[in-house]
C-alpha cells in the first residue's frame, strides 16, 4: 500500500536478482578455482573425477578415530569425537565440491576446514603458549571463537584467498609442534612428531604443486596431485591430532597413563597412530 506500480515492479526484480544469483551460486564451475584434474573426464555430472573419490579416506578414517580415541575422549571432553564429526563434514563438502566446482561447494569444503582448525585450537592448544593476556582455555575459546566467526564472514570476500590463508594456519601449527618438541625427550613422540612433518611436506607440495605447475603436470599426463593430497593431508592430521592430544594429557589430565599406539598393527609401518589411555586406578587395579 503506498507504493507505487513502479515501486513495486522494481521491488520484484531486485528479488529476483537475489534468486538469480543465489542460484548460480550452486551451478556447476562457478567457482573461481579449478584443480589441476580434467574436468568431466568420466562422467557429466562430476566434474572432477578423482579429486571428488579420494574423499572417501576422510568417510574412512574418522569414524575408526572415534572409535579409537573413545577411551582418550571420556577423560579428555566429548568435543574430541566433535572434531573427527566435523571431517566427515569436511569430506563430505570436499566431495560436493569437486563434483561440481561451485562458488557454495568451495566456500562449505573451507569453512569447514576453518572450523575444524579452530575446534583443535580450542580443545588443544598448549595452555604453557597461551599469550600473557590469556587466564585460561575458556578464556582462550572465547577469544577463537569470535575470531573464527569474523573469519567466517571475511572469508566470502575473496575466497581464492581462503585456501592459502587455512595453509598458513596449519604453518602455525607446525610452530607449536616446534615448540612442543623443544622440551619432549620421548624418541617414541619424537619420531611420531619427524614422521607428522614428513606426511605434511609432502600433502602441502603436493597442493601447491596442483596449484602452480598444473601446466607441466598436463604435459606429462599427470593431473592427479590433489587427490593425493586429500589422502595426504589425512594422515598427517591423524598423526598431528595424537601428538597434541599426547601433549595436552601430560599436562592436563595428571592421573593418566597413556602410550601412542598403532591400529590395525601397532607397527609405525603398518597402522594409524592414536592415543591410547589408561587411569592410574586401573592400572593398580589389573596389577
Ligand atoms: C593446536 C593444534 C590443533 C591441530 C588441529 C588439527 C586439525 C585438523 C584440521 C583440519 C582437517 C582438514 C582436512 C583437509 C581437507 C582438505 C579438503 C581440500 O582439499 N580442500 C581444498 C579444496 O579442495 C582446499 O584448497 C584446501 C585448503 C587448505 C586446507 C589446510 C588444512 C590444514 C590442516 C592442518 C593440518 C595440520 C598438520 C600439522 C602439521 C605439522
Ligand atoms: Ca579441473
Ligand atoms: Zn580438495
Partial sequence: EGQTIIERF???IFFQDILLMSGEMFEYQSSEVDWCEENFQY???VAEFYNTISNVIFFITAPIMMYLLHPYAQKKSRAVHLIWIM?????????????????????????SILWVLATGYMLWFPRRHFPGFIKDRKHFSLIVFPATLLS???????????????????VHVLYVLSLEMKSCTDR?????AFVTVAWWAVAISCWLS????CSFWKWINFCYLHS???VLINVAVIHATTLFAYFDALYEIPDIKMEVKYWPVNSGLLGIPYLAVQSKDQMRKSC
Avoid: C
Avoid at 87 to 111: A, K, P, R
Avoid at 152 to 170: D, E, H, Q
Avoid at 210 to 213: M, S, Y
Fill in 10 to 12: 522494481s521491488q520484484m
Fill in 43 to 45: 562422467s557429466e555430472k
Fill in 87 to 111: 571431517v566427515i563434514f569436511v569430506g563430505i563438502f570436499s566431495t560436493y565440491y569437486h563434483m561440481t566446482l561451485s562458488y557454495v561447494g568451495q566456500l562449505l569444503d573451507e569453512l
Fill in 152 to 170: 567466517t564472514i571475511l572469508s566470502f570476500i575473496k575466497p581464492t584467498v581462503n585456501a592459502y590463508a587455512l595453509n598458513s594456519v596449519s
Fill in 188 to 192: 617414541k613422540i619424537i619420531h611420531v
Fill in 210 to 213: 596442483d596449484r602452480l605447475f
Fill in 228 to 230: 593425493f593430497w586429500h
